[in-house]
């Protein structure tokens, strides 16, 4: 069981900065309090032989803060844009970190890039698509020691009820790759 112990306002933070933007539209300035964070990839990985698309369920203390009774969302694949290297370098990195299967840089086929949460950050997030089988699997995934992450699969034949299933928790970033993925790839099978 989660529960929040306590919310604090943030001192010195590690990964974000909350700012105030000042600007001026139609000759009336107006302030905008946001949120400076990285930009990050996302990974709609489907795998060949189980035809199962691959989430990751992980806790997310900002929806368990609203949703006290639950805050495990189900994800694409994702990281944070944080190091020197090209996106689909880093996207490689986080489907093994976070469900332990080595794809190539070159398997990842780019779907398209967005600005996401553009109220509070503008973060600019760059989605791929990579498939995969089980010759790929050289670990059990689940992200870093401080994460807790869950490798799930959902049966392709089962995506479209559990994309409008509201009992299941999960970011916009899901109903559009599977929407890609049934307007691209599976019209090709």
């Known amino acids: 069981m989660y529960k929040i ?3 604090q306002t943030l001192e010195n933070p590690r990964f974000i900065k909350p700012i105030l933007i000042c600007y001026s539209i139609l000759n009336i300035e107006r302030k905008w309090e946001a949120v400076v964070t990285h930009d990050s990839v996302a990974i709609l990985l489907w795998h060949r032989t189980r035809d199962a698309f691959i989430l990751v369920k992980q806790l997310r203390a900002t929806v368990l803060n609203k949703n006290q009774n639950d805050g495990m969302m189900y994800e694409l694949c994702a990281g944070i844009v944080d190091k020197a290297t ?3 370098q880093i996207a ?6 976070e469900c332990g299967f080595n794809i190539t840089v070159e398997s990842l086929q780019k779907i398209s890039s967005f600005y996401t949460s553009v109220g509070i950050s503008g973060t600019h997030q760059t989605l ?3 498939e995969c089988d089980d010759s790929m699997k050289i670990d059990e995934g689940g992200g870093l020691e401080d994460e807790n992450i869950e490798v799930v699969y959902i049966p392709t034949k089962e995506a479209k009820e559990f994309m409008f299933n509201e009992s299941y928790q999960k970011t916009t970033g899901v109903m559009l790759a599977f929407y890609w993925f049934f307007d691209n790839i599976n019209q090709i099978q």
């Open 5 to 7: 112990n306590s919310v």
């Open 86 to 88: 090209s996106l689909e």
């Open 92 to 97: 490689k990195e986080e489907v093994l970190e």
């Open 128 to 130: 791929y698509y990579a």
